[in-house]
């Protein structure tokens, strides 16, 4: 079975500064992909990030970061220069073999000014 | 704005009544998923269509039912609701049927009373 855990519930970060949220994933595919989602208190889902099991870079999209290391199955998010808006819960999450998405139980970022 | 749209944003309504959210994927997206977030039981995923097809279920109750229409809208329909269906309810899109990026719609907030 596939298992996302999140173990930091929360987290502060001071503003302009890099901030990383973990991410640890078990599963028995040997093709799956990882996301990251943030989800603002207005309650939209929003995609960040995707990070394919083959891949061999690191995925990047602006700001944000995917630090993926197989062999310790994990895909921590690592945010650059938070910004307030930055403020939110964020999720990982993983599909495989099968098309759902298995999610975490997400980590709520504030930033502080 | 993801390109998915979700109707109604909220809804109330009492136990034992019946109602159905609407989904339109993003343009060009022959695949719809389903996804319950409530403070208990975290995001899970319900049911996927694509193309009009059934393709994966995944813990959905017998009292709730989804399908997806030739113009590849998705309703789902809730039944006899009870009190512990009070969730988010989310409708997501993807091009084709696995391991791509899933782009959400901004809920259906629900409210059993």
């Known amino acids: 079975a596939q298992k996302i855990t999140q173990t930091q519930p929360g987290m502060f970060v001071q503003e302009k500064e890099a901030v990383t949220l973990d991410c640890t994933y078990d599963?028995?595919?040997?093709?799956?992909?990882l996301f990251w989602y943030k989800q603002p208190s207005s309650g939209e889902m929003i995609f960040l990030i995707y990070?394919?099991?083959?891949?061999?870079q690191n995925a990047t999209e602006g700001r944000y970061s995917l630090n993926f290391q197989k062999a310790r199955k994990s895909a921590n998010l690592v945010i650059s220069a938070s910004q307030l808006g930055d403020s939110a819960m964020y999720f990982c999450?993983?599909?495989?073999?099968?098309?759902?998405?298995?999610f975490g139980t997400g980590t709520l970022l504030a930033v502080q000014p | 704005d993801s390109g998915v749209t979700q109707t109604p944003k909220h809804l109330i309504t009492a136990t034992g009544q019946r109602v159905t959210l609407r989904c339109s994927p993003r343009?060009?997206?022959?695949?719809v998923y389903w996804y319950q977030q409530s403070l208990d039981q975290g995001l899970q995923f319900l049911i996927q269509?694509?193309?009009?097809?059934?393709?994966a279920k995944g813990n959905i109750l017998e009292r709730f039912s989804a399908q997806q229409f030739p113009d590849l809208h998705s309703e789902l329909n809730l039944s006899s609701l009870e009190l512990g269906d009070s969730a988010l309810y989310f409708c997501?899109?993807?091009?084709?049927?696995?391991?791509?990026?899933?782009?959400f719609g901004p809920g259906t907030r629900l409210l059993v009373l």
């Open positions: 990070q394919g099991s083959y891949d061999e």
């Open positions: 269509y694509y193309n009009g097809e059934e393709r």
């Open positions: 343009s060009g997206d022959l695949s």
């Open positions: 599963t028995s595919d040997q093709s799956y992909g």
């Open positions: 997501a899109s993807s091009t084709q049927q696995s391991r791509e990026t899933q782009y």
């Open positions: 999450a993983m599909s495989g073999a099968t098309n759902k998405l298995i």
